[in-house]
């Protein structure tokens, strides 16, 4: 089944500890993203990929860190410069040359720093 | 500055009638609009979208209207399901690859 995974599910951490969101796409898609979601706010959008070995910062991208060695990986590293990381985190993709900009999301990943 | 806003976080209606959830917008350079479903514990799942140039765009049960002038667009569910029950999602794009989404309504269908 094609799709994206994103792990783990739920994620527990302490203070001024660096931690990585996994995110794989098998959708064969370009574009990769991560979102940030809060209670009460619509999806912010904190990086994204258009191609391998190239990102660009989204709306929200301070204390977050991301790489794309492969197409169908982008891991995101929530850092300790990060103020407020207990969060939602969903990662998705889209097919870049398809004009119609839908994204496939992954079930997404709860933060929770302590 | 929320450039897209769902001003209902909540919307209950009653199975078999019409669901008819909100968004305003105040970016005139959106030029696409999606939404999207959301249920609990999964991703956002893409749900019918409608490009600028239209008014109307048509799946199934699901209609999107969009009102250029006024900034807004719906999205009707006719009928409406208990399985209908989700969070929405409202979103809009300039035509690269940022998407702007609102904050979301809940649509409870009571059986």
């Known amino acids: 089944d094609g799709g994206i995974t994103q792990s783990p599910k739920y994620l527990f951490r302490k203070e001024g500890q660096n931690v990585t969101l996994s995110c794989e796409q098998n959708l064969n898609h370009d574009a990769m993203y991560w979102y940030r979601q809060d209670p009460g706010q619509g999806l912010r959008l904190i990086y994204y990929s258009q191609i391998v070995n190239d990102f660009q910062k989204g709306d929200i991208a301070e204390g977050y860190s991301v790489s794309r060695e492969k197409k169908e990986s982008f891991p995101l590293t929530v850092t300790s410069a990060q103020k407020n990381p207990t969060a939602f985190y969903l990662c998705a993709s889209s097919d870049s040359t398809s004009g119609i900009y839908e994204q496939y999301f992954g079930p997404g990943t709860r933060l929770t720093v302590t | 500055d929320q450039q897209v806003k769902q001003n209902s976080p909540s919307l209950s209606v009653q199975e078999g009638r019409?669901?008819?959830?909100?968004?305003?917008?105040?970016?005139?350079?959106?030029?696409?609009?999606?939404?999207?479903?959301?249920?609990?514990?999964?991703?956002?799942?893409?749900?019918?979208?409608?490009?600028?140039?239209?008014?109307?765009?048509?799946?199934?049960?699901?209609?999107?209207?969009?009102?250029?002038?006024?900034?807004?667009l719906s999205l009707h569910i006719v009928p409406s399901q208990p399985g209908d029950s989700a969070v929405y999602f409202c979103a809009a794009n300039t035509g690269g690859f940022k998407t702007i989404f609102g904050a979301g309504t809940r649509l409870f269908v009571k059986a």
């Open chain 2, 18 to 72: 019409i669901s008819i959830l909100n968004c305003d917008y105040t970016n005139s350079m959106f030029d696409y609009f999606l939404w999207y479903k959301k249920y609990p514990a999964e991703g956002p799942t893409f749900l019918i979208s409608i490009s600028s140039i239209k008014d109307k765009n048509e799946d199934g049960r699901f209609t999107v209207f969009l009102n250029k002038s006024a900034k807004h």
